[in-house]
């Protein structure tokens, strides 16, 4: 049995599962036509059948040729889980802190994460990467992008 | 003629002096992201979306257009110098490709390269000028019935036949349409799957989940386990190539031109596909098959004629027909849709100025990347020296403003983080993301024609086998989906029959 497999395919039934109840909440046939629940109700059965074949070729792993699922090494996990990581804090925090800084915050940090330690490659990329940006989407493009409390500055 | 004065209207748009710096700008992109290991054109488009939706649709499309073909040519730099793949379609270009770096011959490979991409790309845009308005103009019959059966064609080819398992395929897909159902009911304004949430009746966008899925996707792909680079060098003087190799290499790239166009028309195949079978034709058209891989141009100048010539090819269904054969042009119909801009026939008739500014500008752009890939490689590998380290927060931080300044959304973000997991773990597992984001895009257009078709019927499903152009294209969708079963069931027996 191939845990992730079987689970992934478990999943998939899950999401038919929900989206079948959740889809009779709306008639399948309306006047005599169908409605708004017809399309929901016949991907539901597609996504309960499909996720049943997957999860019986994950319990039966030997059955179907599968390559093993190359999962990233400790340091790779560990890469991948600062860029999340960093991403959602400046999710948090971008409407409070404004575009300028939370751009540049993420930057010094991801890149110092990643292993850079040069102090004049730490200072300089965040900050071009941030007036880049700037100048791009809150000039060119004119966005009003989210000042936060650099908002005085106006 | 009609179609000499479409194109030299076509030709007036692509020549104004926005189009054409935002022409540049596209392939100059395309190219690198092609070059980038890690980033292929699916990734590159996606990320860029934000960036189009700043401008005015015509440009817009020159520019992801741009990308798309801009990236065939930049994948051959890395193969050839790298010997790694810049992105999928250029694999084949590796095996003789860095083989003739390591004899010494780079130049000669870039360059025939860059030469057969250019033949092949310009002879795809010129049959793409020529029979996407017949086509076009033949769809004008279609009903609802022949467009549902088409979509499907284009769904399930992309989701049975690419991908290494058809099911985790058909399940991509599937979740791509439930995803298209949330929001309001596209026929009578139903609420469905929102839970009373406003943000949710308009749907989940088409936006943060291709940026996150392709393009975060791919820069934690990129970080997880960096590619090495070592790069070979390579001097302008030694571009230059000999007559043998352009005599050795012509044929290869009339055959590759051939083959990519049709692989790249048909639902599902694309550039990949293309090249793995212009190699194959190679190999197997040559006298000396046994020096494939040590280093034959025939190996280059096939695989990347075939590459670029899949890019007009798959630019037809799309334009024509509304109905993309591939994850990048479903990007691009997601992009158009984000315009309102409905393609498939009317498109023709309606806005020809975009149709045709946007062909023009394909020329145009063939032309540049034949004198960038030729003359600028040298500051195209100084850009791959960037490391991972800060391209990576680079791309992220990119796709991060974008998704924002289109809709000004925090829950898009989200959105956007939430389905880059998604798309990295999908791929770790090879669930195929084409098929989930065809799904999305074609989605609201399949539910309105499917139930218009039921409607015009009276709910009678024979309408889809009645109809003799929806019957014929509703005859393939069973082939495609019945396919394994047939294969293994009647043929395999059949042959085990035969030997016993």
Redesign the interface.
Known sequence: MNK??TF?GAL?VA??VA?LF??MK?PY??D?????G???RW??I??IG??L??TA?GIRARL?Q??A?????AG??A??GL??G???V??VL??WLG?LLT?TL??AV??FG???RSWR?LVS?PLL?AIG?YV??AV??????PKGILSFLE | MDFVSNLSMGFSIAFTPINLVVVTVGVVVGTLIGALPGIGPVAGLSILIPLAFGMDPTSAMILMSGVYYGCMYGGTITSVLMNVPGESSSIMTCLDGNAMARNGRAGPALTIAAVGSFIAGTFSVVMLTLLAPPIAEYALKFGPPEYFALMLLGLSAISGLTGESRAKGYAMGFIGLAIATIGLDPIDGTQRFTYGNLELMDGIGFLPIAVGMFGLGAVLGMIEAPVEIQIMKTTLREMIITKKDLKDSAMPIVRGSLIGFVTGVLPGAGATISTFLAYAAEKQLSKTPELFGTGMIEGVAGPEAANNASTGGAMIPLLTLGIPGSGTTAVMLGVLTLFNLQPGPLLFSKNPDFVWGLIASMYIGNVMLLVLNIAFVPAFVAVLRVPYRVLAPLIAIFCLVGVYSVNYSVLDLWLMVGFGVVGYVAVKMSYPLAPLVLGLVLGGYMEVSLRQSLKMSQADLSIFFTRPIAAAIMAVVIAIVLWPVLNRFVFKRGMKGLQT
Do not use: D, K, N
Not at chain 1, 140 to 145: D, G, Q, S, T
């Open positions: 992730a497999e992934a998939v999401i038919g989206i959740g889809s709306f046939l309306l005599g036509v169908p409605g708004p017809f399309l929901p991907i539901a597609g996504l499909i996720g074949v997957l070729q179907v599968q390559g699922i190359p999962w990233p090494s790779g996990w890469r991948v860029m999340l960093a991403l959602a400046s999710l971008l409407e575009f751009t993420f930057m991801v890149v990643l292993g850079v490659m990329i990467a940006l791009v989407f060119w493009l004119r966005v009003p992008l």
